[in-house]
């Protein structure tokens, strides 16, 4: 059952759908997030979960706010094994928001639960994009210059080189649809050499070199943070590994400084200028400031945001939704690929 909260005017705004039982820090996270995302982006909000769970935290908010309530009891955990919770679990989130994206009750839908059963709910709740073979988590990694995307950063964890360049062009329309046209696309390898790594990723680098995108080789895993291409093409294994790696040692250089500053004997207007400058550097490298990953290759927009996302991730993590929805990915990579 919907239930229409606070309801003044029916508009015809982008509705995001959000899931209040995935992710590790609670629905309260979520619906903060979902909150300030409603306030930022002029957007229509709606909560999947425990109807008296999400009223209980809206009253705690007590803020006049617009929003829908659509019912689930029951939450997929992180350790269960995704085809089997779907059957299991059919008034879970997932399920249940999945199956109102695919309604088109809502236009997108943001969840912080399993990615696996998010994966395998959008295949086969929501379905694929024609003639895509996977659905692929791209993920915005900071560099020198702004950001690079990551393609695959976890959802196939063994690819082949059809594949792989498939990946790269999702990943090309999908930046070009964010305002980079003609990305330059590198493979992520072992050395830049072109006779280098093992026989899927020479393979790739044949249909990559063939293809009409704008590649530039190989490139080291120490070149994605220096902005040396836009786009990084790998199978989901080496990306996630890539990804994890790339947040922990952000963390590990933030409180290295700050350890280091603050075994210095500075003046306090030093210390007010340094720890301004730690702030933004911190703000700079969160994986909380790029907020989620669009699952490409779906028939609708569904985003995995990050696990222990707070409320400020999730509210990123709608702005890629937005992003997404306005320019319309889903029928551009349905309209490429169909040619």
Not at 184 to 189: A, F, Y
Request: aromatic share 6%; net charge negative.
């Amino acid at each position: 059952m919907i239930l229409l909260y606070i309801y003044l005017e029916w508009r015809n705004f982008m509705k995001i759908l959000f899931d209040t039982l995935g992710g590790d820090n609670g629905s309260y996270e979520v619906i903060k997030g979902a909150f300030e995302a409603k306030k930022e982006f002029d957007i229509d909000i709606a909560f999947v979960g425990k109807e008296n769970e999400i009223m209980n935290i809206t009253d705690q908010l007590d803020q006049n706010i617009e929003f829908e309530i659509i019912n689930a009891s029951e939450k997929i955990e992180n350790d269960e094994e995704p085809a089997f919770a779907l059957r299991k679990k059919k008034d879970s989130s997932i399920v249940v928001g999945l199956k109102a994206l695919k309604e088109k009750k809502v236009d997108a839908f943001v969840s912080a639960g399993s990615t696996g059963a998010l994966l395998a709910g959008g295949l086969f709740i929501v379905g694929r994009v024609e003639n895509i073979k996977r659905a692929v988590l791209p993920t915005a990694i900071p560099n020198l210059k702004g950001s690079t995307l990551l393609i695959d950063s976890g959802a196939n964890m063994d690819c082949d080189e059809s594949l792989l360049l498939q990946f790269a062009k999702m990943g090309k329309i999908y930046l070009e649809a964010s305002g980079n046209h003609n990305p330059k696309v590198g493979l992520l390898n072992v050395g830049t050499e072109k006779g280098k790594g093992n026989s899927v990723v020479k393979n790739t680098y044949e249909l990559l070199e063939k293809s009409d995108l704008n590649f530039i080789g190989n490139i080291e895993a120490r070149d994605v943070t220096l902005g040396v291409c836009d786009l990084v093409v790998c199978d989901g294994f080496v990306g996630n590994v890539l990804l994890k790696n790339t947040e922990g040692v952000a963390y590990f250089l933030t409180k290295l400084i700050e350890k280091s500053v603050a075994e210095l004997n500075l003046s306090k207007d030093s210390l007010i200028d340094i720890k301004m400058l730690i702030s933004k550097l911190s703000k700079r490298i969160d994986y909380h400031e790029v907020g989620g990953a669009i699952l490409l290759g779906l028939n609708e927009v569904v985003i995995k945001a990050h696990g222990s996302s707070d409320y400020v991730a999730i509210k990123n993590a709608a702005k890629v939704a937005v992003m997404a929805v306005k320019a319309d990915v889903v029928k551009n990579l349905g309209k490429i690929f169909k040619e």
